[in-house]
C-alpha cells in the first residue's frame, strides 16, 4: 500500500505533469470507485471544462483543486495515475479516463480496485468523510512537539496502534511507524502514557526525519519511475527495520523479530528497543 511519502510524491509528479491542464472529458469505467456524487454521469459532467489548479495531499488522500471542485482520491492498495496521450490504447485495470483539452489524459488504473474518488464543491470537502476527522498532519509546520505530545502522551494505549490511528496522526502507515519507533528506541507495545518528554522528543524527531527522507528519496528518482508510457510508479526506501526480521539489527546487531501489535505485522530490535520501564519497575518491587 502507498504511504504517506509515496502520496506525496504522486502528488509533485502530477503536479509537474498536469497542474494548468483543462478537463475536455471523462470516462468512468468501474463505477465503485465513484463514491461521491451517486450518479456516475454527474461526476463526469460536473468535470467537464474544469482546469486542474493544483494537488494537495491531506495524510493518504489526494487533493486534486479544480476551478469550482475538489477531487479527493484515494490510492488504497493498487492504485495508480499516469499520463497518456489520449490515442494511447488503453491498458487493463484502468477504470476511470480524464482527458485534457491539449490532447493528453490522465488516467487512473487499479488492480485491486478498493481505490476511491470523492467529488466536492471546493471548501466542502474538509467538512465531510473522508478528510472531516483527519489528525495532525506530520510534515506540516504545525506538526511541533507540543502539538503532537498534547495529542498522544496521557494516551493509555499502545504507542504502536496509537500512531496508527488517523484521527491522531494522519499518514503514518505500518512501514513508517515501525521505523520510526525503531529511530527513537521506543517498543512499539509501550503505552503511550509511559513515555518520557525524552523519549516524546525522539520519536516526533523520528517521525519527521523518517517520512521527509523517504519523501527526498522519492523526489530525486522521480524520472526513474515516470516511464515512457508515463505512468507513475513507486519506489522502494532504506529500511532500518521493516521486512528485516531474522536479520541483524544495523545498529547493534541483535537478530530483529517479527510479531504482531494491534493486529498489525510488527518489527522489533529487541536491545535497541526493549520495555525498559516495565523491567524497571519489576526490578524495584522484588
Ligand atoms: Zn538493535
Request: glycine residues 8%.
Amino acid at each position: 500500500m502507498p504511504e504517506l511519502p509515496e502520496v506525496e510524491t504522486v502528488k509533485r509528479t502530477l503536479n509537474n505533469l498536469i497542474t494548468g491542464k483543462t478537463i475536455e472529458q471523462v470516462q468512468v469505467r468501474l463505477p465503485r470507485i465513484i463514491q461521491k456524487p451517486d450518479d456516475i454521469q454527474m461526476f463526469e459532467v460536473l468535470l467537464q471544462g474544469q482546469q486542474i489548479e493544483t494537488i494537495e495531499r491531506r495524510g493518504k488522500f489526494l487533493r486534486f483543486v479544480l476551478t469550482d471542485y475538489v477531487m479527493v482520491s484515494h490510492l488504497r492498495m493498487e492504485g495508480r495515475y499516469g499520463l497518456y496521450s489520449s490515442e494511447d490504447p488503453l491498458e487493463s485495470h484502468t477504470h476511470v479516463l480524464f482527458r485534457f483539452t491539449d490532447g493528453s489524459e490522465l488516467r487512473y488504473k487499479d488492480v485491486r480496485q478498493f481505490g476511491t474518488m470523492h467529488l466536492f464543491p471546493r471548501g466542502e470537502e474538509l467538512t465531510q468523510p473522508p478528510l472531516h476527522k483527519l489528525g495532525l498532519e506530520p510534515l506540516d509546520e504545525g506538526f511541533t512537539f507540543e502539538a503532537f505530545r498534547d495529542r498522544i502522551a496521557h494516551k493509555k494505549t499502545k504507542i504502536k496502534p496509537l500512531l496508527l490511528n488517523q484521527e491522531y496522526i494522519v499518514g503514518i502507515g505500518n512501514i513508517y511507524v515501525d521505523e520510526s519507533l525503531f529511530l527513537a528506541g521506543i517498543h512499539p507495545e509501550r503505552e503511550a502514557s509511559s513515555l518520557s518528554k525524552k523519549e516524546l522528543m525522539l520519536l516526533h524527531e523520528a517521525i519527521i526525519r523518517t517520512l521527509s527522507d523517504s519523501v527526498e528519496v522519492g523526489g530525486s528518482s522521480i524520472k526513474s519511475y515516470v516511464n515512457g508510457q508515463g505512468e507513475i510508479g513507486l519506489f522502494q526506501h532504506q529500511l532500518n527495520i521493516y521486512g528485516r526480521q531474522s536479520q541483524s539489527c544495523k545498529t547493534c546487531g541483535s537478530e530483529i523479530y517479527k510479531t504482531v501489535v494491534g493486529g498489525r505485522g510488527t518489527h522489533i530490535c529487541p536491545t535497541c528497543q526493549p520495555l525498559k520501564r516495565k523491567r524497571i519497575i519489576k526490578k524495584s518491587e522484588k
